[in-house]
């Protein structure tokens, strides 16, 4: 199992730019799906990107040309730049981990589900306010 930490989240304005990090502990994180998730005030945890071990990425609709997902298992990090950022960006942004996927790829299920990611972070706050 791995563990993760996020960090990056801030107060940027519309139209900013942001770089969130995901860094894991354990082993084997290259064997591991990562996606990231958010959740708004008063909203259900969303999935917004994953990364496949075979670097299949998935973003939904309202991120897609906005959105980048890399990871670099030498490093043991995933990270997510967001470019033109709204207020509806607003939210706590999280990264998880998952071996369910096997060799079809996070990528593939659209959108992947909350429940087969087993190993959660933190998460960081991206507040998006003039």
């Known amino acids: 199992q791995v563990h993760l930490v996020e960090s990056g989240g801030g107060l940027v304005q519309p139209g900013g730019s942001l770089r969130l990090s995901c860094v894991a502990s354990?082993?084997?994180?290259?064997?591991?799906?990562i996606g990231w998730f958010r959740q708004a005030p008063g909203k259900e945890r969303e999935g917004v990107s994953c990364i496949s071990t075979t670097d299949g990425a998935w973003y939904i609709d309202s991120v897609k040309g906005r959105f980048a997902i890399s990871r670099d298992n030498a490093k043991k990090t995933v990270h997510l730049q967001i470019h033109s950022l709204k207020p509806e960006d607003t939210g706590i942004y999280y990264c998880?981990?998952?071996?369910?996927?096997?060799?079809?790829?996070?990528?593939?299920?659209?959108?992947?589900?909350?429940?087969?990611?087993?190993?959660w972070g933190q998460g960081t706050q991206v507040t998006v306010s003039s």
């Open positions: 998880a981990a998952s071996r369910n996927f096997g060799v079809v790829g996070c990528h593939v299920i659209s959108p992947p589900s909350l429940s087969d990611f087993g190993s």
């Open positions: 354990g082993f084997g994180f290259d064997h591991y799906d």
